[in-house]
């Protein structure tokens, strides 16, 4: 069932961040005690290496229901975009967001599964100043910030924080438990039998399993606490033993898909996962998550949503919260329409509009390949256009986000920052509440930042909300 709205279309903000620097005031905390309990704890610095922000971000419980609800409403219209769009055909659409043929094979092969898709996402939220807006909803099982309630168990450690916290009734989600339940939830009937712990691979692509490792550690060592053997690995480390496919010499209950779609982009990649996606299909293993995910988390089928040609195939109610929560996006192509349903010469609008424009391919993560028009020179920003033209490439209305305020890094007064809300999304079904599973918050003091994040030098922060019981007390 999809979680119940907030009446009000326009959700104010809470006021509890600006509370909380009055009580960091009166107490007189600097920001290295703030953050202290973080940067000692292993799990956490693993991803974060120390960059932590001096405060947590917090939600109203109006404000929470609402970007939950939404998100909800979202990944739902997405997942059903192969029938709305495309009358069931999942290769169809495919081709249409940029897929290779390679990738369109496999996603076509992966969503014949009988059942949908559990929700299980990560939205990339700008704050502008008529609300959240969602830039991307990253729908896949590798979604970097599980670790994010390590931080708020860290920071409660200070007390200026716990007090608050208790004072207020405020509380935080337990991602990765969400992220566990989920995977159940999924992979149901391949978990182990009751008296033996289920085997999980920790799967990466092999280029970057170098890298990533540390963290897929982290990750396992976060799964033993759950009754959960994980193991962490890559592709090429995973072998067939009759019916069974092994790591380690171990069998394997789930697969934990942390490598993309995006990086199986020739034959010779498809011949590496053949052996999981076989498995797959032939109900040996459960994948968490399915190739398919991508395909609905794509940017280039929120441009399907966002585009007004579309709009025939949603009731009204959806469109309001399309219209409500999404930028202005369409695919690079010769003509689109404009927010009010103009036809256009697409290419000339964006010259025009460059510097409220960013253009973004449909299938790279983490930032990649990502130009912000307001970054670059007319000329340099007319190739980018031309390259674009008729690729897998989309392009959106730029949202300000309105900066929020946080402790200056030096203690003294106040600094302020512009954030991405990376919000987590479930199923309530299966995980309970409303479908808010935390969020884990990347902070930047430039004002003009093409992209909030890790590789462009940001910050992090985790985030508390106000239950519903509070807010009927308030």
Known sequence: MTPQLPTPTSVPRSGLGAEYLDVLKR???GPGELTE?????DLVTVAYRGRFLASPVFLSAEERARVAADLYEIHRLLT???RRLFGGDVEA????VGMTDTQTDIVRRAATADAPLVPLARS???RGADGFKLLELNITSALGGFENAGINRAMLRHPALSEFVAERNLAYADTFGGIVRTLRAECARHMAPQGRRPVVALVDWP?????YEPRLKVMAALFDREGVDAVPCHVGQISENGDRLEVAGRAIDVVYRFFLVEEIAAPADAEAIEPLLRAFEEGRVGMFSRLDAELYGNKGALAMLSDDRNREAFSPEERACVDRFLPWTRHVRATATDAAGRELDLLPYAEEHQQDLILKPTLLHGGSGIVPGWTVGPEEWRTQLAAALDGPYVLQERIRPTPETFPADDGDGTQELYLNWGVFLTDPQVTGGDGY???LVRGSTDPEVGVVSMNGGARVACSFYETDEAAGQA
């Open 93 to 96: 659409m495919a081709r249409a």
């Open 80 to 82: 059903e975009l192969p």
């Open 27 to 29: 107490r007189g905390a």
């Open 124 to 126: 990339d939220l700008y």
């Open 437 to 439: 599973n935390g969020c």
């Open 37 to 41: 309990h973080v940067a000692a704890d």
């Open 207 to 211: 280029e970057s399993f170098t890298s």
